[in-house]
């Protein structure tokens, strides 16, 4: 099974489309909030509601199971005041280093929110910081962004099967 995974689009409709297109065979496709467009001018796709998305109906979190594999997708602000709360006391940090706390401590809380929901996988956005890595037995992956990301334009492609299969990729022409 393939799942398409993007992010932190921010009205950036075309690069949207663009990820869709080249995908016209995947299972499925989801976004993990601050859309910035009428959803309803692209395909299908599983939406969150990131911190941008005011006005959209979305919910913060979704879990799906596909593939014998159950997903938590969100879009992570939810947990940013307890990640700001626990980095804020710490002065004289340089941007990078804070990011990567940022990253840490947020990873860490929804490795927590995997565990209550009995997830394996779990979908974020929020950081604009395209990554993949597994702690604690969970895959936890964020696509990055396509409108303006740290690497960017990034989106995530995911293979589902016996194991699952992971990559991080650029959009073309970017």
Not at 34 to 62: A, E, M, T, W
Not at 88 to 102: A, C, F, P, S, T
Not at 107 to 119: F, I, M, N, P, V
Not at 135 to 142: D, E, M, T
Request: hydrophobic letters at 35%; proline letters at 5%; glycine letters at 8%.
């Amino acid at each position: 099974m393939q799942i398409v995974v993007i992010s932190d689009t921010h009205g950036e409709w075309n690069r949207a489309r663009q990820v869709f297109d080249a995908y016209p065979n995947a299972d499925v496709f989801i976004h993990c909030g601050d859309i910035g467009y009428d959803p309803k001018d692209l395909p299908p796709c599983c939406y969150v509601k990131g911190n941008h998305d005011i006005s959209q109906p979305f919910p913060p979190r979704r879990i799906l199971h596909e593939a014998g594999y159950t997903m938590l997708v969100t879009h992570g602000q939810c947990y940013e005041q307890e990640v700001l709360e626990r980095i804020v006391i710490r002065k004289g940090m340089h941007y990078e280093e804070m990011q990567r706390e940022l990253v840490q401590i947020l990873e860490d809380r929804l490795c927590l929110e995997a565990e209550k929901y009995g997830c394996q996988i779990v979908l974020y956005g929020h950081t604009h910081v395209a990554s993949i890595s597994q702690r604690k037995g969970v895959w936890l992956i964020n696509p990055g962004s396509l409108a303006y990301g740290e690497s960017g334009c990034t989106y995530a492609v995911i293979e589902l099967g016996e194991d699952v299969k992971a990559e991080i990729r650029k959009i073309k022409g970017e």
